[in-house]
């Protein structure tokens, strides 16, 4: 994975279209000033992301409630007992430290772990879990939720748990798989 320059890359976009289209340019000099305040050396170019998956105890619930950041407002809310996974994520942060050390960088966590011991995931899993009844999940192995003919999930929220792999290719799986199973 990699980080753009986005405020950098949009000020050279926006330069290359000022000198070939005329409304642009009577923003040149405007332009022109904010391409020397902005430094030619792009600052995510040292900057190599570690990313890890792991296996954590899968122990949260979601639901709708209030956050006190949005007291007004509805959101999905997870709560999550830490303590059953925080030995995995110690271990994955004491690893992501080795190998930037190994490579002579510097390491940096992220402040909503440090922080607030929150975490960011591009893969949810197990939100709308798969099981054989509607005791221990919400859709059966078919994607279809139990109770809802013809209602069906279609993407890694119903993968029980963590699998310890970057998912994306099993949601992919499993998506074909129950867009399949919906044709029958």
């Known amino acids: 994975g990699g980080l753009p320059n986005f405020?950098?890359?949009?000020?050279?976009t926006l330069m290359a279209e000022g000198i070939k289209n005329r409304s642009y340019r009577k923003y040149k000099?405007?332009?022109?000033?904010?391409?020397?305040?902005?430094s030619p050396d792009d600052p995510l170019d040292n900057v190599m992301p570690w990313f890890a998956n792991g296996v954590d105890a899968g122990n949260g619930r979601l639901s709708l409630g209030r956050i006190w950041y949005a007291p007004?407002?509805?959101?999905?809310?997870?709560?999550?007992?830490?303590e059953r996974s925080e030995k995995a994520f110690n271990t994955i942060i004491d690893m992501h430290k080795r190998m930037t050390e190994a490579t002579g960088g510097k390491p940096w966590l992220s402040p909503t772990w440090t922080l607030f011991k929150d975490l960011i995931t591009p893969h949810p899993l197990g939100g709308c879990k798969m099981g054989?009844?509607?005791e221990n999940g919400v859709v059966d192995h078919r994607g279809q939720v139990f109770g809802y003919p013809n209602l069906y999930v279609a993407c890694g929220a119903i993968i029980p748990k963590a699998i310890?792999?970057?998912p994306s290719r099993t949601i992919a799986?499993?998506?074909?798989r129950v867009?399949?199973?919906?044709e029958k």
């Open 72 to 82: 007004f407002k509805k959101r999905l809310k997870l709560d999550w007992k830490l």
């Open 164 to 166: 310890g792999l970057n």
């Open 132 to 134: 054989t009844s509607p």
């Open 29 to 38: 000099v405007v332009l022109d000033a904010l391409s020397k305040l902005v």
């Open 179 to 182: 867009a399949a199973l919906m």
């Open 173 to 176: 799986a499993m998506a074909e």
């Open 7 to 12: 405020f950098g890359n949009y000020l050279k």
